[in-house]
């Protein structure tokens, strides 16, 4: 169990600031965790953004029932291409998969994201989530994931259709 801060604590203030209200890891770091298989590490804040909103639709999503996610995920592409289509179900399928069984522990409904460059010059991710609780409360968090939409899903996808092509081509091809 984590320390309670005291009087006597000598950490740095602003270092009790960031720690998690619950003592657990930040929610923050539990979301890029969850999303590094998307990220390049070289994203500017709009590409991480994108990924990251990806990685919360899917995080979401994997919180529903089977069929109302199948539902769910069926309605974000409908007005894209077929491939469209078809490689993004396939990239949130996998990450919703990677949340169940690396991250099914983690129960809470992604909100909102803020991230942005701080004054020290380092990128700064802050997550706004609610827990799941349970019966009536777990029914309203879950009827909200129903109503998500993706706007801006199409770059991000073709970016990693690209990279996953790059990455068969090398494979196939090594130097």
Do not use: C
């Not at 740095?12 to 657990?24: A, F, K, S, V, Y």
């Not at 995920?73 to 990450?95: M, N, P, V």
């Not at 009536?136 to 259709?161: C, P, Q, T, Y």
């Amino acid at each position: 169990m984590p320390k309670k801060a005291s009087m006597e604590d000598k950490r740095d203030p602003q270092e009790l600031l960031r720690m998690p209200p619950d003592g657990g890891e930040k929610k923050s770091d539990i979301l890029l965790q969850f999303a590094s298989p998307l990220l390049k590490g070289d994203d500017t804040i709009g590409e991480a953004k994108k990924v990251l909103y990806m990685a919360i639709i899917a995080w979401n999503l994997s919180l529903l029932p089977p069929h109302r996610r199948a539902k769910a995920l069926a309605s974000l592409f409908e007005s894209h291409s077929l491939a469209t289509q078809i490689s993004g179900k396939k990239i949130i399928s996998d990450l919703v998969e990677r949340k169940q069984n690396d991250f099914a522990q983690h129960e809470w409904m992604i909100n909102e994201i803020d991230l942005a460059t701080a004054k020290n010059g380092k990128t700064q991710l802050s997550v706004s989530y609610v827990k799941l609780g349970e019966g009536d409360e777990r029914r309203a968090v879950l009827s909200m994931i129903d109503g998500i939409g993706m706007e801006e899903g199409r770059e991000i996808i073709e970016r990693i259709n690209i990279e996953r092509a790059n990455a068969a081509k090398q494979q196939q091809n090594p130097i």
